[in-house]
C-alpha cells in the first residue's frame, strides 16, 4: 500500500537549532517526494521536491531509497520556519495525484 | 495571477443536504484537484479532473462527485451530508504533461456539517 508516514506531530526547537523533519514511505516503484509547508492562515504551498534538488528557505531534503526516507532538514531554525509541514509522494503512474503524511508542526521559540 | 481560488470560504449545512464547492484553476493549468483535510490530518484525495472528465478517484463513496467546464474550473458535490464530511476541502490545479507538474493549492472551503 502507498503510504507516507511522519512520526512527529510536534517538533519544538530553539531559534538557532537544526531541525529534521522525519517523513517515511512505502510505495511499490518509482515516486516523486514532496515536502509542502502551510504558514499560519496561509495556503498549503510547495516547499520542495526531490527531483529539483534545490535548497529553499535553507531546507534541504535527500530521497534515500534504501530507507525510504526523505526527511527535510535545515542547520538553523528561524522563529519565521513555524509551520505545519506536510510530507506527500506522487507517481506519474498514478496520474500524479499526492498522498500525503499527517502533518508535523514545527515550532520555532525564540 | 490570484492563482486557485476557491468559493465558498465557509459553509455550514445540515445532515442529509447536499452541497457544491467551486473551484477556479490557475491561470494556465488544465487539471484540478480535489482533496479533503479533516482536522489533524493531511489531506486525503478525493478525485482528479482533466477535460471535463475525471482521471482518477481516491477512496471517497460516490456521494462525492464533480465537474469540470471547459474553462477548466470545477465543482466539487457531496450528497446526503453526514457529520463526518465536515472538514476543509482543497483544490488543487496543475497542468498535466508538463515535466515539473507542480500541484498548486487553493486557500480551501471550510465546510462544517451540524
Known amino acids: 500500500a502507498q503510504r507516507v508516514t511522519q512520526p512527529e506531530k510536534l517538533l519544538s526547537v530553539f531559534k538557532g537549532a537544526p531541525v529534521e523533519l522525519k517523513c517515511n514511505y512505502s510505495y511499490s516503484g518509482s515516486p516523486e517526494l514532496f515536502w509542502y509547508v502551510q504558514y499560519s492562515r496561509q495556503r498549503l504551498q510547495l516547499l520542495l521536491r526531490h527531483i529539483s534538488r534545490e535548497s529553499i528557505k535553507g531546507f534541504t531534503a535527500d530521497l534515500n531509497k534504501g530507507e525510504t526516507s526523505f526527511h527535510l532538514k535545515k542547520p538553523f531554525a528561524q522563529e519565521e520556519d513555524s509551520a505545519m509541514y506536510y510530507c506527500a509522494l506522487s507517481s506519474r503512474n498514478q496520474g500524479g495525484k499526492l498522498i500525503f503524511g499527517q502533518g508535523t508542526e514545527l515550532s520555532v521559540k525564540p | 495571477d490570484a492563482g486557485v481560488t476557491q468559493s465558498p470560504t465557509h459553509l455550514i449545512k445540515t445532515r442529509g443536504q447536499q452541497v457544491t464547492l467551486r473551484c477556479s484553476p490557475k491561470?494556465?493549468?488544465?487539471?484540478v484537484s480535489w482533496y479533503q483535510q479533516a482536522l489533524g490530518q493531511g489531506p486525503q484525495f478525493i478525485f482528479q479532473y482533466y477535460e471535463e472528465e475525471e482521471r482518477q478517484r481516491g477512496n471517497f463513496p460516490d456521494r462525492f462527485s464533480g465537474h469540470q467546464f471547459p474553462n477548466y474550473s470545477s465543482e466539487l458535490n457531496v450528497n446526503a451530508l453526514l457529520l463526518g464530511d465536515s472538514a476543509l476541502y482543497l483544490c488543487?490545479?496543475?497542468?498535466?504533461?508538463?515535466?515539473?507538474?507542480?500541484?498548486?493549492f487553493g486557500p480551501g472551503t471550510r465546510l462544517t456539517v451540524l
Open positions: 488543487a490545479s496543475s497542468s498535466l504533461g508538463q515535466v515539473t507538474d507542480t500541484q498548486y
Open positions: 491561470s494556465g493549468h488544465d487539471t
